[in-house]
Nanobody
Framework: QAQLVESGGGLVQAGGSLRLSCAAPRRIFNNMRTMEWYRQTPGKERDLVAAISNGGSTTYADSVKGRFTISLDYAQNMVYLQMNNLKPEDTAVYYC?????????????????WGQGTQVTVSS
């Protein structure tokens, strides 16, 4: 069962914009190290698109730099991916991913969680 829930995908013309949203349970959001967006096309590997740490540091794939922006909303337990100037090659299923560390007195344990994905289709 997906712990993260994406929304906001759809069909858009080249040059258009979409904003993807990812809702996370508070227990995941409060313990996350990074939140990430990946994308995947049929027959290919799932590739990292953008990442943001709990400190706010961001990383982007070269192909989306200057066009995509990842952000966090701690009040709503949400992570967003604003996608501008979309291109047909951005067409993919986009997945939200959380890297989480849960610390107790005895140990630290790492987890990771995925969403179910949301389809983005950019027409030329």
């Amino acid at each position: 069962q997906a712990q993260l829930v994406e929304s906001g995908g759809g069909l858009v013309q080249a040059g258009g914009s979409l904003r993807l949203s990812c809702a996370a349970p508070r227990r995941i959001f409060n313990n996350m190290r990074t939140m990430e967006w990946y994308r995947q096309t049929p027959g290919k590997e799932r590739d990292l698109v953008a990442a943001i740490s709990n400190g706010g540091s961001t990383t982007y794939a070269d192909s989306v730099k200057g066009r995509f922006t990842i952000s966090l909303d701690y009040a709503q337990n949400m992570v967003y991916l604003q996608m501008n100037n979309l291109k047909p090659e951005d067409t993919a299923v986009y997945y939200c991913h959380a890297e989480v560390t849960v610390a107790t007195i005895e140990r630290k344990t790492d987890f990771d969680y995925w969403g179910q994905g949301t389809q983005v289709t950019v027409s030329s």
